[in-house]
């Protein structure tokens, strides 16, 4: 398959700290990459930097092979990376329906183009059945995992090539879980390549083709997802040097 999105030695920092030393990474088309690693591993920070939230230096980021890199966020939208971010940040005290508008409208105003079919209100209903009937409802009354699926949905109504998901099990309930993950594959196999950052490591192994690893913002490990054996990856998400790493995955 065919490289979307790559990144050269990508580095990012808060002032003075430095979160991301030289990332490497690729996403191939249609692909969906996980991204694991300790709390403060730098994952939302790689989201970050590749949507253009947080400014990168030029050659740093390349999409379909043209230099991204310190792109804004809207030209990022442009270009086909959406985000869906930590914690969901919907808009409380708007409908379902207009959360997702806002992100029709933001694809209109920014002449944003489709790629394959178009994403609309009637094939996210299709995906996420929950939805349907809870268009006309203020957003804050759904669910945890119903609202993951409008974040999930404002995201895919930008008509992305690429999807970054931040967290997308934190704090929801296994069978909804369940439920969002198992609406990957279909968006991927429509034309979508999809970064997921999963705290969940059986979760993201399950749910990805290949798999990178971060610690203290610097990738440990990086493969394909079913061949890499559990004991490698204790190792990369916690170091060598920490005993405690087998117990605690275990
Ligand atoms: N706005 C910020 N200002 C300064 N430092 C930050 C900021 N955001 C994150 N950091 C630091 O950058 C590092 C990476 O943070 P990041 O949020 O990317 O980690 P993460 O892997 O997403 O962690 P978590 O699993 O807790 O979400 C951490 O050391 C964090 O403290
Ligand atoms: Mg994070």
Redesign the pocket.
């Known amino acids: 398959m065919s490289t979307l999105l790559s990144t050269q030695g990508l580095v990012a920092r808060?002032?003075d700290?430095q979160?991301l030393f030289g990332l490497d990474l690729q996403v191939a088309a249609g692909e969906v990459v996980a991204l694991i690693?300790?709390?403060?591993?730098?994952?939302?920070?790689?989201l970050r930097s590749l949507c253009g939230l947080l400014p990168v230096a030029p050659g740093m980021v390349r999409l379909d092979g043209q230099d991204v890199g310190g792109q804004a966020p809207h030209e990022m939208v442009r270009r086909g990376v959406a985000l869906v971010p930590?914690g969901r940040r919907l808009f409380a005290g708007m409908t379902v329906e207009d959360n997702l508008r806002v992100a029709i409208d933001q694809a209109r105003k920014l002449r944003v183009r489709a790629h394959g079919e178009a994403w609309t209100l009637e094939r996210l209903h299709a995906l996420f059945p929950a939805l349907a009937s809870k268009a006309r409802v203020p957003v804050e009354s759904l669910s945890g995992g119903q609202q993951q699926m409008v974040a999930i949905g404002r995201a895919l109504l930008l008509q992305p090539r690429l999807l970054l998901c931040?967290?997308l099990s934190l704090g929801l309930a296994p069978l909804v879980i369940r439920e969002i993950y198992a609406a990957l594959p279909g968006i991927a196999a429509a034309g979508t390549a999809i970064v997921v950052?999963e705290?969940d490591v059986a979760l993201a192994q399950r749910a990805s083709q290949r798999l990178y690893c971060?610690l203290e913002?610097r990738i440990t490990l990086q493969g394909a997802s079913a061949a890499i054996p559990r004991e490698a990856i204790a190792q990369a998400y916690f170091g060598t040097t920490d005993h405690g790493a087998h117990h605690a995955m275990a």
Do not use: R
């Not at 690693?37 to 790689?46: Q, V, Y």
């Open positions: 808060y002032g700290f979160a690693g300790a709390n403060g591993a730098g994952k939302s920070t790689l930590e931040d967290e950052v705290q971060l913002g």
